[in-house]
T-cell receptor
Framework: EDKVVQSPLSLVVHEGDTVTLNCSYE??????LLWYKQEKKAPTFLFML????IEKKSGRLSSILDKKELSSILNITATQTGDSAIYLC??????????????FGTGTRLTIIP | DGGITQSPKYLFRKEGQNVTLSCEQN?????MYWYRQDPGQGLRLIYY???????QKGDIAEGYSVSREKKESFPLTVTSAQKNPTAFYLC????????????FGPGTRLTVL
C-alpha cells in the first residue's frame, strides 16, 4: 500500500528562523509530489515536483525532490507568523488502471512565535 | 479500524447521468469536506459540512450536490449539470470546522465516457 510520511509532526520556532520540513514516500508508479499549506478549510497548493534535483522556489519557500532517496524537503527561510499552518505533502501515483491517485501524509504543524 | 473511507475507487459514468460518491468516517468528526483535484492543479473545495443537516458551498459547487443526514456520512452527487466531471475526488474530515487538521480519504477517480 502506498505510504507518505512527514516529519516532524509539529515544529515550534521563532520568527526569523529557517525551517526544513521532510516528506518521504513509498509508492508504486510515482508521478509527482505536491506540497500544500493548510490554514483554514481548503489546503493551498504550493509546489508540484516531478524531476529529481530541481529546486522549485516561491519567495521564501523552496522545495526539492530526491527520487533516489524517495523524499522531498520544504524549506522556509526568515519565517513569519503568517507561515503558521499545517504543511501537507501528497504523492501522485499512477494506478494499474492508468489513472492517478493522491496519497496524503499526516502533515507537519508549524507554529511561528513572534 | 478508525478512518475515512471512500467508495468506489473508480467510477465510470455516461454523459448525462448523475452519480453519487460515498464518503464515510468513524472518527466522530463533526466537519466533512469534498475536494476535486485535476492533474497539475491543487485541491479545490466543492462543499463542506460543519455539522449534521448543514452544509455550505465551496469554491466550485456548481453541478454538485451533497447531503449530511448522518454524522458519519457525506455523499457527493455529481449531476449531469457538471460540465467537466472527470477528476479525482477527495473527501476529508476534521474534528470541528475550525480545526485545521483534516484527514483525507483514499479518493475516487470519476471518468465520464
Amino acid at each position: 500500500e502506498d505510504k507518505v510520511v512527514q516529519s516532524p509532526l509539529s515544529l515550534v520556532v521563532h520568527e526569523g528562523d529557517t525551517v526544513t520540513l521532510n516528506c518521504s514516500y513509498e509508492v508504486t508508479n510515482f508521478r509527482s509530489l505536491l506540497w500544500y499549506k493548510q490554514e483554514k478549510k481548503a489546503p493551498t497548493f504550493l509546489f508540484m515536483l516531478t524531476s529529481s534535483g530541481i529546486e522549485k522556489k516561491s519567495g521564501r519557500l523552496s522545495s526539492i525532490l530526491d527520487k533516489k532517496e524517495l523524499s522531498s524537503i520544504l524549506n522556509i527561510t526568515a519565517t513569519q507568523t503568517g507561515d503558521s499552518a499545517i504543511y501537507l505533502c501528497a504523492v501522485e501515483a499512477l494506478t494499474n488502471f492508468g489513472n492517478e491517485k493522491l496519497t496524503f501524509g499526516t502533515g507537519t504543524r508549524l507554529t511561528i512565535i513572534p | 479500524d478508525g478512518g475515512i473511507t471512500q467508495s468506489p475507487k473508480y467510477l465510470f459514468r455516461k454523459e448525462g447521468q448523475n452519480v453519487t460518491l460515498s464518503c464515510e468516517q468513524n472518527l466522530n468528526h463533526d466537519a466533512m469536506y469534498w475536494y476535486r483535484q485535476d492533474p497539475g492543479q491543487g485541491l479545490r473545495l466543492i462543499y463542506y459540512s460543519q455539522i449534521v443537516n448543514d452544509f455550505q458551498k465551496g469554491d466550485i459547487a456548481e453541478g454538485y450536490s451533497v447531503s449530511r443526514e448522518k454524522k458519519e456520512s457525506f455523499p457527493l452527487t455529481v449531476t449531469s449539470a457538471q460540465k467537466n466531471p472527470t477528476a479525482f475526488y477527495l473527501c476529508a474530515s476534521s474534528i470541528t470546522e475550525s480545526t485545521d487538521t483534516q484527514y483525507f480519504g483514499p479518493g475516487t477517480r470519476l471518468t465520464v465516457l
